[in-house]
């Protein structure tokens, strides 16, 4: 089902789509474990790519290197506390580079600061979530999450499959 944007650009819901294609940067393995749970839960099909470092991340988005003909992804789940290049920097490339910039980024991070909400905001975020630490609290987030971008948020087409 696909619908028009205000811009005339074709939309699309994502749970329209044949799978969904969602890159989660996160470095730690039992957020990664518990976010792979409940979206197996799901009644979407999903395909979870998960990378644990940002310089990794930004090469995926962009396609290149190791990830050259990789599937763009439809969201992207972004810890802010990465190593190597962390996860403020990695927002602040993905919606400064206009191949990127409308890859809707949804921050999941530990860090309740005041600094870091607003400044991902001003980065450009599409929203913020800190993480519950709570297991159930964590799998009921990740569900919401799922319910709320993947099937109710509208989506401009990949560039790739515009025109049809």
């Known amino acids: 089902m696909s619908s028009l944007t205000g811009s005339g650009e074709p939309a699309v819901l994502l749970s329209n789509l044949s799978a969904i294609n969602v890159l989660m940067v996160e ?9 792979r749970q409940a979206l ?11 990378l644990d470092d ?13 990830y050259a003909g990789r599937s763009r992804p439809n969201l992207v789940l972004l810890d802010l506390n ?25 921050i999941l991070t530990t860090s309740k600061a005041e600094q870091d909400i607003a400044s991902s905001y ?3 975020a599409n929203c913020y979530i800190s993480k519950p630490v709570d297991m159930e609290q964590f799998r009921e987030v990740v569900s919401s999450i799922e319910n709320f971008w993947f099937t109710v948020v509208q989506f401009p087409l990949d560039p790739g499959q515009a025109g049809g």
């Open 27 to 35: 470095d730690d393995p039992d957020d990664v474990y518990l976010t």
């Open 40 to 50: 197996r839960a799901s009644r979407l099909s999903i395909n979870l790519d998960v």
């Open 54 to 66: 940002g310089r990794d991340a930004l090469e995926y988005l962009r396609g290149s290197g190791r």
């Open 82 to 106: 990465l190593p190597g290049k962390d996860g403020r920097e990695v927002l602040s490339e993905i919606k400064n580079d206009p191949a990127l910039a409308d890859i809707p980024v949804v």
């Open 122 to 124: 001003r980065e450009h």
